[in-house]
């Protein structure tokens, strides 16, 4: 099992401020994803990386993914209270024969106050 | 447009009991998957499916079975329900391929174990 660290568990900021995650990982995978998950919700993808040293922006959101694929991280600028939420990566792994199982990350919760 | 849709929402059951919880999707997805999550440890897979007919073992695959007799609907059984099965199960379904592609979540079961 290829295991996926995430920090910090929680975080705590006031809107405006920026943050970073990180999900980290001694194993290569070939993809990984982002994806936020809110009280009483299942989780929804806000990304995925798939080439090492890749960077996404989502408004804003930017997400890194490390040049060997082992790390990503991902970083809220001018955070708001709808960034609030549960963050979790989820890593995909490199066989070909991996069914599209996802190994996920314990998570990291962010909370943003006005 | 349903997507992915989880019953029943909340369930107390004692130890012992049996129960099943249905996963139904709308999305035509190929592959469909059972997780649970539990507190400080992410998403752990249980069971999954590759197609109609199909399932195989996760990582956390004791004391459930699954069925899916029908590419539309996944089954997750629990025979004899035990404390430390308490926990947010959630089905999820996604397209055929090698992790790159994102899974669908429906909004999970919460189910208590007495």
């Known amino acids: 099992t290829q295991l996926l660290e995430q920090s910090p568990q929680f975080l705590s900021i006031q809107e405006g401020e920026n943050l970073t995650v990180y999900c980290n990982s001694s194993?290569?995978?070939?993809?990984l994803q982002w994806y936020r998950q809110e009280p009483g919700e299942g989780p929804v993808l806000l990304v995925t990386v798939v080439t090492g040293g890749e960077v996404k922006k989502l408004k804003r959101l930017t997400f890194q993914f490390g040049d060997a694929r082992k790390d990503s991280s991902l970083h809220i600028t001018a955070a708001q209270p709808g960034d609030t939420g549960l963050y979790l990566c989820?890593?995909?792994?490199?066989?070909?024969?991996?069914?599209?199982?996802?190994?996920f990350g314990a998570g990291t919760q962010v909370v943003v106050t006005p | 447009n349903a997507g992915v849709t989880q019953t029943p929402k909340f369930r107390v059951l004692k130890t012992g009991q049996s129960m099943t919880l249905l996963c139904a999707q709308d999305?035509?997805?190929?592959?469909m998957y059972w997780y649970r999550q539990d507190p400080g440890m992410g998403l752990r897979l249980i069971h999954y499916s590759v197609g109609e007919g199909t399932t195989a073992k996760g990582e956390v695959p004791d004391g459930y079975n699954v069925s899916r007799l029908k590419k539309q609907n996944f089954l997750l059984g629990l025979e004899s329900a035990a404390p430390s099965q308490t926990s947010v199960y959630f089905c999820a379904g996604g397209p055929p391929g090698t992790g790159h592609q994102p899974q669908h979540f429906g909004d999970g079961t919460r189910l208590s174990i007495l």
């Open positions: 999305m035509n997805h190929e592959y």
């Open positions: 989820a890593g995909a792994d490199r066989l070909a024969d991996s069914w599209g199982k996802l190994q």
């Open positions: 194993s290569v995978f070939s993809s």
